[in-house]
């Protein structure tokens, strides 16, 4: 069956880096787009971006470009997210998530989430 | 960017209401391409509807959605108490975003 399973939570300063991994199995990994969306404490949910594991092509949502990096290792099946000058604001609940089927934008397959705290 | 509005914004109703959630965008969703999910304190949301009508797989049959353009409803015609939850919907037409959600609580 198709899992997601992430890494764990991270305790960053104001300032630092972030780097989350996500591991993908159950299926073949080229043949789906894989995204992040995260969520603030008791908020909504925000697309942060999107990335071909075929190729590594990435579009990432105005509001992290140039803070966000995201990026696929295919030979372990490995999605990762990188999010630079962490702020107050970034402390959020981080998901990977797979489309339901390719070419879907709707994500049927969900990781569990990674809690990124930004501490001043 | 398509916005996505859902109303109410809480909606409180008892075991076996039947509960109709809306989403309205702020320019036509082509291909209905909108998806519903629902969302329990502490877990990851779960694709419920995609393709504005279609159930996700093992989604009961007490789950639908419906509409297309600018309006669409999630309905849940009788209520289960593990149901008591936020749904949010999600547009994929025009890059990705959600609704702001809507809280189904126990009346």
């Known amino acids: 069956q198709v899992q997601l399973v992430q890494s764990g939570a991270e305790v960053e300063e104001l300032g630092a880096s972030v780097r989350i991994s996500c591991k993908a199995s159950g299926y073949t990994f080229m043949n789906y787009f894989l995204h992040w969306v995260r969520q603030a404490p008791g908020q909504g949910l925000e697309w942060m971006g999107i990335i071909n594991p075929s190729g590594g092509g990435t579009t990432y949502a105005r509001a992290w470009m140039g803070r966000v990096n995201m990026a696929t290792d295919t030979a372990t099946s490995t999605l990762y997210m990188e999010l630079k000058s962490l702020r107050s604001e970034d402390t959020a609940v981080y998901y990977c998530v797979r489309e339901s089927y390719t070419g ?12 990124v705290t930004v501490s001043s | 960017d398509i916005v ?3 109303s109410p914004g809480t909606l409180s109703l008892s075991p076996g209401e039947r509960a109709t959630l ?35 797989t093992g989604i009961p049959d007490r789950f639908s959605g419906s509409g297309s353009g600018t309006d669409f409803t999630l309905t ?15 547009q994929y037409d025009t890059s990705y975003t959600f609704g702001q959600g809507t809280k189904v609580e126990i009346k």
Request: net charge positive; proline share 5%; with cysteine.
């Open chain 2, 4 to 6: 996505l509005t859902q």
């Open chain 2, 76 to 90: 849940i015609s009788r209520l289960e108490p593990e149901d008591f939850a936020v749904y949010y919907c999600q």
């Open chain 1, 104 to 115: 879907s934008g709707s994500y049927l397959f969900w990781g569990q989430g990674t809690l």
């Open chain 2, 22 to 56: 809306s989403c309205r965008a702020s320019r036509s969703v082509s291909s209905n391409k909108l998806a519903w999910y629902q969302q329990k304190p502490g877990q990851a949301p779960r694709l419920l509807i995609l393709g504005a009508s279609s159930r996700a």
